[in-house]
Every structure is written in C-alpha cells, then in structure tokens.
C-alpha cells in the first residue's frame, strides 16, 4: 500500500512523487490534500493532491523540515506508512469568467490542479506563477498548458519578469477587463500581499492556507485560522478561504510555532543520515 | 440466598491497590494504577456480600453480571472470572481502568452503606488483565454468518462495543477510522499511565478473532460517503465518530501560539508520541508553566502530561472542587503528583508576548451564585478581581463537541442545535434509514461506558433490523420527520 512508484527531482530541494492509493485518486476533487505519514514514528503532514489519476496521487513537496527531508531520501518501491485523505474541501469549481490563478514558490503545485480545472469549466484563465528564481520554477508546461495566459516572474530576475507576482497582477487589474475571481497560493505573505492587491477593487479573492495539521479532520484544532474574526480549522471549514476576510499575521505566527523543534529534529536526522552513508 | 450459610462479617475497608510512587510517575509515562495481586483480588472479592438483588447490575450501562464474576473471583476461578465479564463486556480491561465505578456499579453496592463499595472496577480489571497476562484468550463459539454486513464509523468505546457485539450475532463487520490507530478517544485522549496501549491493542485483537475487520486511514464523509456504504453493499450502518470538535473559551489571545485545545494536546502527546520527541518526529511546546482551564477527567489527563513533560502545571476551573466533573481518583492523582489547582477563577483573556506566544493569562474571580440548568451553582465573576497568572502554555479543556464531518456529508441525518446526530436513545435508531448511531455523537462529550451502554442498545436494534423486525420509528413514511425530532 502507498507504494512510490515514481519519483523525480524537479529541483535540488523540491521533489515529484506519485503513490499508489486507488480509492483516494478516485474520489479527490482539485484543491483537496492528504495527510502522510512516513513511518511508525513520522509526524502527520499535509500535501495537496497536485494531480489523481489511474489510481496515483501526485505530490510535489520541498525539503524544509525533517520529515519532507526524509520523504526526499526515498525511491521509487519505497512505501508510506499512511496516506490519508483526500481532506479539505474541494475549490468550488465553476464557470466564473476571467480567472486569475496566482502560484508562488511550491505554492504553484497546489495552484495547477486548480487552474486546470477552472480552464476545463470554461474560465479564461491568466495565471502568474513565480519564484526566487529560475531553478526553482516547478511546472511551467503544465501551467501553460492549464492556462490562456502566463506571465512568469523571478525575484532575481533570472527568468520571466523581475519582480513579484503582485506586480504582474496589478497590471492586469490595470488592463481594465473585468476579472471575477483571483485564486492565490504561495508563502503567506505572497498571499497576503495578493489580498492587499484585490481588496481595493473588491475582486472576490480566495487563498489555500498550508496551516500545521495533525488529524486533518477537524478534531484537534491545530489548523485553526482567524477568518472574518471567527475561529475556522483550515482542514474541514478550508483549505480555501476568502483573502480580504483572513487574518495573515496570525496565520504567520502560528506557522512559526514548531521552528525551534523542527530545527532540533532535522538536525538529529541529518546527524543520523550520516552516520548510515 | 441460602438461610443456611454461616453469616459473614462484613468487612468495610476495601484492599488497596499499589500505584506507583508520585514522586517517580510525574516524571515518567507508565501505568499510575498497579493493580491487584491474586491474593488481593481474593480478599476484596470475598467482601461482596452476594445480595439476593443486585444493584450493581442496574448500575452498570452493559449490565455485566458483576455478582457473577466476582463470585468466581472468590472461588481463584480468574480465567472463568474473565470469560463471565466478556458475555458483556468485550472491553473489561479497559472499563477496569477508566470507568466511573464510583458513579456507577459501585454508588449502589449495599456493602456501601455500611463501608467501602466493594472495588468492582479494581477487580474487573484484575480479571481481565489475568486473562491477557496468562495469553489464555477466549473466542466464543460465534453463530453460522448472517450474510448481513455491518459498516462502524469509528473505532472509540462505542465502535468497539458494537463491533464485538454484532459479530457475536454472526454479522460480517468493519471498522472505519480515520485515525492511522485504532481506538479513538480511548488512543488519542488518554494517556499511557492512565491505560497503556498494549492494554487496547489486546483488547483489540480479541475483536480481530471476532472476525471484525478493521480499515485504518478511512475518513468517512469523505474517502466514501454513508449513502455509498449503503450502496456498496452494507445492510447498515453505525456512526460512533464521538465528540471530536475542541471548544475553544472564546476569549482574546486564544490562538496564540502556546494555546492548545486538549484534544491537540493530548493528540500530540499520545498518538503521536511526542513526549519521545525528537526519537518520535511529532513535537510538542510545553513551557516551564503551563496553565489546563477546566476541570473534567480530560483537563486532569492535560495537565498530568504537561507535568511529566517537565512543566509547572495549573488547572484553572471556574466553579470549586465540589463541582469538579473529574473522577475523584483522577483529582487526587493529580494532585498527588504535584498539579496545583485554582477554583473559582476563569481567563479573561490570554495575554502574549510581541512574537505571538502566550505570556500569561488574565483571571477573574468567581463566586458562586444560584444553580443553574445543570443544577450546579453558577459561577458569577467578581467585578474588579482579575489578577495576571503568568504562563508559556495553555490547554483549553472546556468541553468538545460532535464532530462535524459525517453530519455534514450525510443528507437526510438530522442533527440537533448542538450538531449532534439525533437518534433515539432506546435503539440509536436515526432519521435516515438503516443508519444508527451513539456514544459522544449523539449525547456529546461523555464517559466511555456510556458510549458502550448505547452501542449495546443499538447492536440489539440493528440485529433486528438486518433479521427486518425493527420498526423504524424516525424513519417510519407515517411518522413525520420534524415530530419525531422534536421529541
């Protein structure tokens, strides 16, 4: 069960894998995620089911902590202990008009199985993906192809336009033709960013929010988000929200909860990794 | 009774049972509670008087023959003892452990009157707990298969009870938990030192002979719906998801980093091992003082842990001791251990530090005032009286709702105001047809063996109506939906 059947190194530090987990591919709907689990002492993660198919689940992640750096050190016919899922509602997925669909960072993984399907319900679709840096661009064909137009920026202006992707946003605010709704993921400050971007011109403007999980069914409360000044859990009441309604300080901080256990794990696990090679 | 039998002086001290040094268990994981040795066992179980009407029985929600199983006690027959308490009770080592006897079997034991209840619960516990160390485990003798398949929601108290249960009456079962462990609340809520795992996962096991299948990882409402359950073949189904929404107190600051909801926190500490951090990749923050608001049986298992994970640990209630909701055991466990307790005070407000991390909560004194609907004095804040209690952690343990997943999936399962799933409580018999339901879901936050009494109730009608001899009273064409929901 949960055999990785596929892997592909899509930068030094970001990862593909495709799993075998028949039933949750049949069942997951675009903007839905899993919880993974390594193994009997691995911590419950969230991943966004990028893609599903032929009984397969796409998952792109980057290595940050130890359990992702841990999921990077593993090969094709290697096996997950747990996939769970698919979690989260699913994007509401309908004819809107003019879609823009913003992806920052590894925030364009989650951002793709979205575009795609707003572009098979009939949207226009201008979506902005960027990066750091050119490396670190992951699925610009398949954004290409998701999308009607593409604009493309590095922070480092080593591809595309230099800049951030709120830049090429307002200049397509400022082109003048009506845009329906602006769906962004990315770090929480790009989405942040984006909100501040659209509140202005009231364009309707959703954010997937990454929180911290544990049971990804709304029972524990770690996810919690401030949203419209109401407690939400970003596993059953999201993942996606209104942007202009989310409280984004809150979110930055609890993101950073776990630093300092997380700096301690990856280093006892590097460590570890070491001593076997 | 015979008239003949000589009459036995009544002895009125219970035995005692050994736990483990306070000093040496508030800094380690394992079992409080040692439980009785043979002799012990015997001493205590000849105390039961053997009364011509037992109210012990009517005390319990499974309605084990308690008379029965002692007696056998009584007679060094352990493995029988076992064997008489599973004809009831699928789960005895854990009930042995976590029930509220004193609310229970043991209020009305007439022995009582004149002393001690006789320790039922501490011999339940014993017997069961003979039974698994001589690995002398007992399959009944299970009837022909039913062809009838039976999907259960949730592997808690009640999902457990009514697997066992219906398997017992030859029906083909599977569990359905979303957790990647088997158990629930019994897993994810209550700590190693109060009931160790390999103490489930043997009960457990017993029900795998049972031929109960059990998938992990399932997350029902969303992986597959009740209708599809139904559609694929199952004659029924039961929802046993429990109450799994953490209340928060709905006070500033409470998302603040080093806020936790219990069920977080305990989450974090036993399913996924986080006092074994960083051997065990799940963290938890736990700072030098850690502040538990509440007073039931889950706030004294939070602020336990906090203590063994190295932390000053409080527990803040608004009303006083008397009404404390824990068991009296767990109040004094805790306190044993070296968890200080505030009554009568309650946060109004969590303050944090400039980075977001909680530096101290801000709180009211209360008096008490009339009674209230719960028929306990109602707390009234003291105008002027708030005071800073300095703290790095707090654990909301204020109560927890239905988990919302199946209701919300579920077309045609009515819930009430609170969201929980209306069902009678006679049969778990809901308002969509071949669904049943009970425990924490349709009550809200309980105890564990009220969850298993309403499984018990709803195997039997779920039983009937596979054989297609239950009359469906929500369900019934004539009766209408909205009248039978107002009852």
Not at chain 2, 394 to 402: I, R
Request: proline residues 5%; contains cysteine; neutral net charge.
């Amino acid at each position: 069960m949960f055999e990785i059947v596929e892997k592909k190194d899509l930068h030094e530090t970001i990862c593909l894998i495709k799993v075998t987990a028949g039933l949750i591919a049949s069942k997951a709907l675009p903007g839905q995620f899993v919880l993974i689990r390594i193994d009997e002492k691995g911590e419950r993660i969230p991943l966004t089911i990028v893609d599903a198919r032929d009984g397969l689940l796409t998952l792109i992640f980057q290595k940050v902590g130890k359990t992702t750096v841990h999921l990077g050190t593993l090969s094709k016919g290697d096996s997950l202990a747990d996939v769970v899922g698919p979690l989260g509602k699913p994007s509401e997925i309908k004819k809107y008009g003019t879609v823009v669909c913003i992806g920052g960072g590894i925030g364009i993984a989650e951002e793709y199985p979205v575009a795609r399907a707003f572009k098979e319900a009939g949207n226009y679709c201008i979506s902005i993906i960027g990066a750091r840096t050119k490396s670190l661009l992951i699925l610009e064909d398949e954004m290409r192809a998701a999308s009607d137009e593409l604009l493309i920026t590095t922070d480092d202006g080593s591809y595309g336009v230099k800049g951030l992707v709120i830049d090429e946003l307002r200049k397509i605010i400022d082109r003048g033709k009506p845009i329906s709704l602006v769906m962004a993921v990315g770090p929480v400050v790009m989405m942040k960013a984006v909100a501040e971007v659209t509140r202005p011109y009231g364009i309707k403007t959703l954010v997937s929010l990454n929180s911290i999980m544990v049971d990804g069914t709304g029972m524990c409360g770690a996810c919690r988000v401030s949203v419209g000044g109401k407690t939400k859990f970003a596993c059953v009441d999201g993942p996606d929200f209104d942007a202009h309604e989310v409280d984004f300080d809150l979110m930055i901080g609890r993101l950073k909860m776990y630093l300092a256990d997380e700096k301690r794990s990856l280093e006892e696990f590097t460590k570890k990794q070491a001593v076997h090679s | 009774m015979n008239s003949d039998k000589p009459k036995k002086k009544l002895i009125l001290e219970r035995q005692k049972m050994s736990r483990q040094d306070p000093l040496l268990r508030s800094k380690n994981f394992k079992e409080v509670a040692l439980g009785y040795t043979d002799e012990e066992a015997v001493v205590e179980a000849v105390r039961c008087i053997d009364c011509k009407k037992p109210l012990c029985i009517d005390g319990c929600p499974v309605e084990i023959d308690i008379p029965g199983f002692i007696r056998l006690i009584q007679q060094r027959d352990f493995l029988g003892s076992a064997r008489k308490l599973k004809e009831k009770n699928s789960l005895p080592a854990i009930c042995g452990r976590v029930c509220p006897q004193e609310d229970q079997c043991e209020k009305v034991c007439l022995v009582g009157r004149k002393g001690d209840p006789i320790a039922i619960g501490r011999l339940e516990r014993f017997a069961a707990d003979y039974e698994r160390r001589i690995g002398n485990v007992e399959v009944p003798k299970l009837p022909a298969p039913s062809g009838k398949r039976v999907a259960v929601v949730g592997s808690g108290p009640a999902g457990l009870t009514i697997a066992s249960d219906l398997a017992k009456m030859g029906h083909d079962v599977t569990i359905f938990e979303a957790l990647h462990s088997i158990g629930g609340v019994l897993r994810y809520g209550i700590p190693e030192f109060r009931l160790p795992k390999a103490v489930l996962e043997a009960e457990v096991d017993y029900l795998r002979k049972l031929g109960v299948k059990i998938e992990k990882s399932f997350v029902v409402g969303r992986l597959r719906l009740l209708d599809e359950f139904l559609m694929d073949g199952f004659d029924a189904v039961f929802v046993g998801t429990g109450a799994g929404l953490p209340y928060f107190m709905g006070v500033p600051g409470e998302n603040l980093n080093g806020v936790y909801s219990a069920n977080e926190f305990l989450t974090r500490v036993n399913l996924m091992k986080a006092y074994l951090f960083p051997d065990y990749d799940t963290p938890v923050v736990v700072g030098k003082k850690v502040a538990v608001i509440g007073a039931g049986n889950t706030a004294m298992d939070a602020a336990r842990c906090a203590l063994r994970l190295g932390a000053e640990s409080h527990i803040i209630y608004r009303r006083s001791r008397e009404e404390a909701p824990a068991r009296k055991e767990e109040v004094e466990n805790a306190q044993e251990e070296g968890v200080q307790f505030h009554f009568l005070a309650a946060p109004v407000d969590v303050l944090g530090t400039p980075d977001g991390w909680v530096r101290a909560l801000r709180l009211i004194r209360m008096e008490l005032g009339e009674p209230d609907d719960s028929g306990r004095r109602r707390p009234v804040p003291v105008k002027g009286s708030e005071t800073e209690f300095d703290v790095q952690t707090v654990v909301v343990a204020v109560g927890q709702g239905p988990n919302p997943l199946v209701p919300s999936t579920t077309e045609k399962l009515e819930v009430n105001k609170k969201g929980c799933i209306v069902a009678d409580p006679a049969t778990g018999e809901t308002t969509k047809k071949g669904v049943f339901a009970g425990g924490d879901i349709v009550t809200g936050g309980a105890t564990v063996i009220l969850a298993m009494g309403a499984a018990r109730k709803a195997a039997r009608a779920i039983d009937k109506y596979l054989e297609g001899e239950f009359e469906g009273k929500y369900w019934s064409p004539t009766a209408s939906s909205s009248s039978a929901l107002e009852q």
